[in-house]
């Protein structure tokens, strides 16, 4: 149990933020849900991501542990990423509109979730994370993506909107 107790123990201590990202196989494993995972360990796979640190994403799942994001990586279900300051979480809402030919699946993915987290937070979000996690082509991803975009023009505007279809790839 190091990697991961080391990187939460260095973001307790103000020095480093251990942030994660789901794999592929922790795509695959939320539709299959085929692993003997704890309730708290499945939720924390569901919310997390490179967005926020793994302290914040600890004291968002009640119950969550430093044990449950080792779990989830030694499954292979969750990979530490770089700390924020190199990590692309927020730059790509400056992505301009020619990233949308470059966007791939995880790409989209990662995207769509920061998205709605940041314009609908982890309750309003959590239909639309739902249907990110069934999507299984970028195809498909696109028409969540474009949902997404209507559901924040309907809450936050016009203005608001625009710049997510931006940071989403998606054609103005």
């Not at 190199?86 to 790509?92: I, N, V």
Request: proline content about 5%.
């Amino acid at each position: 149990m190091g990697l991961v107790k080391d990187k939460v123990n260095a973001v307790r201590g103000g020095t480093m933020g251990a942030c994660f990202t789901k794999t592929e196989l922790g795509r695959q494993e939320l539709r299959a849900r085929s692993l003997p995972l704890s309730r708290t360990a499945r939720n924390l796979l569901f919310v997390i991501d490179s967005a926020r640190a793994a302290t914040e994403w600890l004291s968002m799942v009640q119950g969550a542990t430093v044990e449950d994001l080792q779990t989830l990586q030694d499954a292979g279900l969750i990979a530490v990423l770089a700390p924020p300051a190199t990590a692309p979480a927020t730059p790509p809402m400056r992505t301009p509109p020619a990233a949308e030919s470059t966007l791939s699946y995880g790409q989209l993915y990662e995207q769509l979730n920061a998205q709605i987290k940041s314009h609908l937070g982890l309750i309003k979000g959590y239909h639309f994370s739902l249907e990110i996690e069934k999507a299984s082509s970028v195809a498909e991803l696109r028409d969540v993506a474009q949902r997404l975009v209507d559901e924040v023009h309907r809450l936050k505007g016009e203005r608001v909107a625009q710049s997510t279809q931006v940071a989403l790839g998606l054609s103005a």
